[in-house]
Nanobody
Framework: QVQLVESGGGLVQAGGSLRLSCAAS????????MGWFRQAPGKEREFVAA????????YYADSVKGRFTISRDGAKNTVYLQMNSLKSEDTAVYYC???????????????WGQGTQVTVSS
């Protein structure tokens, strides 16, 4: 089973940027579709972005399209989430996710990291 460790969260002003990283270990990274989800207080975990095992296909929630970019580096077994033009509503704990395939990429199942807090001040 793959182990995931997120980093890069923090406090940022609205309009600012952050880059989250997720380091994978314990299994063949290239065989997994990877994604990011987030969960705000009192809300359900929601899909943010996903990327295929090859990196050739990416998917985004409508709320982040055009502002966030997901990418992966196979040599470093790491997936990234570049977040620009951050808004207060982006405040949440962000979780890295690994799935065996991109089927149902938007659903919250698979392997998870421990999460990293992102707080956007207005």
């Amino acid at each position: 089973q793959v182990q995931l460790v997120e980093s890069g969260g923090g406090l940022v002003q609205a309009g600012g940027s952050l880059r989250l990283s997720c380091a994978a270990s314990g299994h063949t990274f290239s065989s997994y579709a990877m994604g990011w989800f987030r969960q705000a207080p009192g809300k359900e975990r929601e899909f943010v972005a996903a990327i295929s095992w090859s990196g050739g296909s990416t998917y985004y929630a409508d709320s982040v399209k055009g502002r966030f970019t997901i990418s992966r580096d196979g040599a470093k077994n790491t997936v990234y989430l570049q977040m620009n033009s951050l808004k207060s509503e982006d405040t949440a704990v962000y979780y890295c996710n690994a799935k065996a395939s991109l089927s149902h990429y938007e659903l919250p199942f698979g392997s998870w990291g421990q999460g990293t807090q992102v707080t956007v001040s207005s």
